[in-house]
């Protein structure tokens, strides 16, 4: 294992792609808390950075610390009372900027989850006689939505019951607090996508580049050529895929920990859209995704690993590599097949980002069992390391 750790980092392209990999993580952080900005009514300037999470913070403390079905309705009333059309500028200005990210989490509880925009003017539409219904919509949304026709196939009524049943069951009524600093840090373990494609990179010659260099006929012939040097590799490579991640997603947290704190790790992922139908906090979320990030950089790291040793070719292992991350994101969801619908759904580009992943409704079914998304990602990723793993040592040993 030492020879093989020595391989991974003598290579300049390897250890280049490990820098710049933390670089862009580095970048990334320093840009998101300089670009926090807070409005001061007093100063009727912004004001960024630490100093805008610190008053963003105080603002959401001052407002409430749930979501009460009074205090909506008590908010609804008093957007309304402005008696304007909440796009335009006016409104930004007078009501929705003082409210902040409260204005947001309220107006998209009541928009169309078709929708790709919060409808703004839907608060001024809600009739108040009787309050405002916040949870009451929020579930009529996922009923409305889970009942509706679509070309590539309708919802099961065991998947219908499945979901609804799942939304019932979250806790209600929500916390509520400031979304800036777990805005970040959930976004952070999903920028661990591209810390993937420096896996790709240095995997990707583990074993091809044995037969490149002609060693690999040699090693055939030692005592451990076929066995331990093969476990060897493996076990390097992933404890590389593995330490690299966590190294630099705990560093980029760190930061964020030293200048910011982590208030508001206990707050409920629905503050980020109210249909999440699973009972989380974001912290337990952002650590969910964490692990799904590990799970499936393993998997694709066993992937290259077998393509390495079959193929045979370091450059060809890149390119399937390369091709395996980008190339999805090009793929259209079908309008008339929901099978490919649900193959699509698995690609990397899409599993890595929890936060749209929690709030999809997609589920698979074996019989009348119902699969949800994020448990079909976990199987669907041990099938492929486990497959894949079996797969190196064949491919190795292919004289």
């Known amino acids: 294992m030492w020879f093989e ?3 991974l980092f003598e290579r300049r392209l390897n250890v280049t792609a490990m820098i710049l990999g933390y670089v862009l993580i580095g970048v990334c952080v320093a840009v998101w808390i300089s670009d926090t900005s807070f409005y001061d009514d007093k100063t009727q300037d912004y004001i960024e950075g630490v100093n805008a999470v610190r008053r963003d913070q105080q603002r959401a403390g001052a407002q409430t610390d749930s979501l009460s079905e009074e205090y909506i309705t008590q908010l609804v009333r008093e957007i309304q009372s402005h008696h304007l059309d909440l796009e335009s500028d006016e409104a930004y200005v007078e009501v929705i900027r003082p409210l902040g990210d409260l204005f947001w989490v309220t107006a998209k509880n009541y928009t169309d989850m078709r929708e790709g925009i919060i409808d703004r003017n839907a608060l001024n539409e809600i009739d108040l006689t009787d309050g405002a219904h916040f949870y009451e919509q929020r ?3 996922i009923t409305d939505f889970l009942n509706m026709d679509f070309s590539f196939g309708n919802y099961k009524e065991v998947e219908k019951v499945y979901w609804i049943q799942k939304a019932e069951r979250t806790k209600t009524p929500f916390r509520w607090g400031s979304r800036d600093i777990m805005g970040m840090v959930w976004d952070l373990t999903a920028l661990g996508f591209y810390l993937v494609f420096v896996i790709i ?4 010659s583990v074993f091809s580049s044995e037969y490149e260099s ?4 040699l090693l055939f012939t030692t005592k451990y050529g076929k066995s331990r040097l093969i476990w060897s590799k493996i076990a390097t490579s992933i404890l590389f895929t593995v330490g690299y991640i966590v190294v630099g997603i705990v560093l980029a947290l760190t930061a964020i920990g030293l200048f910011l704190g982590f208030q508001g790790a206990d707050l ?8 999440i139908p699973y009972n989380l906090t974001v912290g337990q979320a952002c650590a969910a995704n964490f692990a ?3 799970l499936v950089s393993v998997a694709t790291a066993l992937v290259l690993l077998g393509c390495s040793a079959g193929i045979r070719s370091s450059f060809a292992t890149l ?3 390369m091709t395996l991350m980008i190339a999805p994101a090009f793929f259209p969801m079908s309008k008339e097949s929901g099978l490919w619908n649900h193959v699509n759904y698995l690609f990397p580009v899409r599993v890595l980002d929890l936060k ?9 079914t074996v019989g009348n069992h119902v699969i949800s998304y994020v448990e079909m990602i976990v199987t669907v990723y041990i099938v492929i390391g486990v497959t894949a793993l079996l797969w190196i040592r064949r491919g190795w040993c292919r004289v």
């Open 5 to 7: 750790w020595k391989k």
């Open 139 to 141: 579930m009529k949304k």
């Open 201 to 204: 990179i240095c995997v990707s």
């Open 214 to 217: 002609g060693a690999a006929y």
């Open 268 to 275: 409920p992922v629905q503050l980020w859209d109210s249909v």
């Open 292 to 294: 799904v990030m590990l």
């Open 319 to 321: 390119v399937i590599g």
């Open 356 to 364: 749209t992943v929690l709030g999809s409704f997609v589920s698979y």
